[in-house]
């Protein structure tokens, strides 16, 4: 089990975190200091490590209890992956026929449901700063160059998602963004003094 738990944490920590308490870009180049991100990153593995143990059991339950744990509907979510994969994905036979082991199959199947709660805890996001019509330019801005405003607020989802507050997290972001706007690379990177904790 151990070896599983390591490769949840490197699927949750990739582009995103490093301990104990660093937000990184995706390029891993930037990164600031966040005091509550440690806490908020342990308490969303442990709920996912909480239904591991269930894989061994009933692959079905164990797929509706990860994607209850990360509030995502399993319905769709199993529809998607059952289209990517071309097959029923909780079958140990379907995987077989791929000459996919049991902890890569369990893997793919953690990091399909993943994406699906990135993507609905991004949606959230854009949506609370009001980021949803945003220019192409500045999406692309944000994908890229200063992609550790999207790790920012997708870590201030997750704090909300696990009651866990983050204070001066949305401060933080809202003044990131004014720079982003304009693209003002020099006074985003002085905004993120690397002593300070946020």
């Not at 009001?130 to 704090?159: A, T």
Request: hydrophobic share 40%; charged share 25%.
């Amino acid at each position: 089990m151990k070896h599983r738990y390591e490769a949840l944490k490197f699927l949750v920590f990739q582009q995103f975190f490093r301990p104990p308490n660093s937000i990184i870009d995706r390029r891993k180049s930037i990164h600031v200091d966040v005091a509550c991100s440690g806490r908020v990153v342990q308490e969303l593995l442990n709920r996912m490590y909480s239904v591991l143990g269930v894989w061994e059991h009933d692959r079905e339950e164990f797929f509706v209890s990860l994607c209850d744990v990360l509030g995502v509907c399993h319905e769709e979510c199993q529809v998607f992956m059952m289209e990517k994969f071309r097959g029923n994905i909780l079958s140990s036979d379907f995987w077989a026929s791929l000459r996919i082991g049991e902890d890569q199959a369990l893997l793919l199947i953690i990091g399909e449901v993943y994406k699906s709660f990135y993507s609905k805890k991004m949606k959230e996001a854009y949506e609370r700063f009001s980021l949803s019509n945003i220019e192409d330019h500045i999406g692309e801005l944000l994908s890229n160059k200063y992609s550790l405003v999207n790790s920012l607020l997708f870590l201030n989802e997750l704090s909300v998602f696990v009651n866990i507050s983050c204070t001066g997290l949305e401060d933080l972001i809202y003044e990131l963004l004014q720079y982003v706007y304009e693209d003002d690379e020099e006074g985003f990177l002085s905004l993120l003094d690397t002593d300070k904790e946020y």
